[in-house]
């Protein structure tokens, strides 16, 4: 069967051909097409493209029902599962919201929540599904945050001068620093933990219940170029 071309489709054919990023297989399978359509027999046309006969027929039938396109290799491979939308859903409702109790987990992982999904809504996703959507959706449920509370009601006022010391210092200044240890470690905080909600992540005071202190007096003296420490 003769092939005929018309001169758009020779033209777009000869640029596949000459083109330097289209890959030697593809441009092998459009001069197939173009010495088809001179008229050279499917023979001496798999002796000059290096191919079988069934390979040159191939070609041809692709280009003569689908055109350039078919002249593109074809994956193999199985279509790949989408994640049905209510799942996708349930995964970023779940990712504002601190782990059930049941679980026992105090943050959700990409691979907790992976597992979870499957166990309750019979629907497999990798973990990697699901650090991309929390990626695209800016979601960091498996980390921390802290806050502080005061009850200091001039709190505002001494920050602004603390901060001012750092942005603005006047000259001469001498800045002292005073940070009181605990003897015992304090593991209880001085605020309730803020639970993850849609709006932020989950929150804690930095603040700790002190069991026991130890306190550090400190005496500088400027002129003399002395200090002293008494506990």
């Given at each position: ?145 802290t806050f502080k509370l005061s009850k200091d009601p001039a709190f505002a006022e001494k920050v602004a001068d603390v901060v001012g010391l750092y942005l603005a210092p006047p000259g001469g200044a001498v800045v002292l620093s ?5 003897g015992i470690q304090a593991l209880d905080r001085t605020q309730p933990l803020l639970p993850i909600d849609a709006r932020r ?31």
């Amino acid at each position: 069967m003769r092939v005929e071309l018309t001169v758009d489709q020779r033209a777009g054919l000869r640029a596949l051909v000459n083109r330097p990023d289209v890959p030697a297989t593809i441009a092998t399978r459009a001069r197939i097409v173009l010495w088809r359509a001179e008229g050279h027999r499917k023979k001496d046309i798999a002796v000059l493209a290096g191919v079988s006969r069934p390979t040159v027929d191939l070609w041809l039938g692709r280009y003569g029902t689908e055109g350039v396109a078919g002249l593109t290799d074809r994956s193999h491979a199985a279509p790949r599962q989408q994640v049905p939308a209510s799942v996708r859903a349930r995964i970023l409702a779940l990712s504002r919201t601190s782990p059930p109790v049941s679980t026992g987990l105090t943050h959700w992982s990409s691979r907790e929540m992976a597992a979870y999904v499957k166990r309750t809504e019979g629907v497999y996703v990798s973990h990697r599904y699901v650090a991309k959507l929390w990626q695209d959706n800016e979601l960091r449920p498996h980390r921390q945050g802290t806050f502080k509370l005061s009850k200091d009601p001039a709190f505002a006022e001494k920050v602004a001068d603390v901060v001012g010391l750092y942005l603005a210092p006047p000259g001469g200044a001498v800045v002292l620093s005073i940070d009181e240890k605990t003897g015992i470690q304090a593991l209880d905080r001085t605020q309730p933990l803020l639970p993850i909600d849609a709006r932020r992540r989950q929150v804690r005071t930095t603040f700790r219940r002190a069991q026991r202190q130890v306190s550090v007096r400190v005496r500088v003296g400027i002129v003399p170029g002395w200090f002293r420490t008494r506990r």
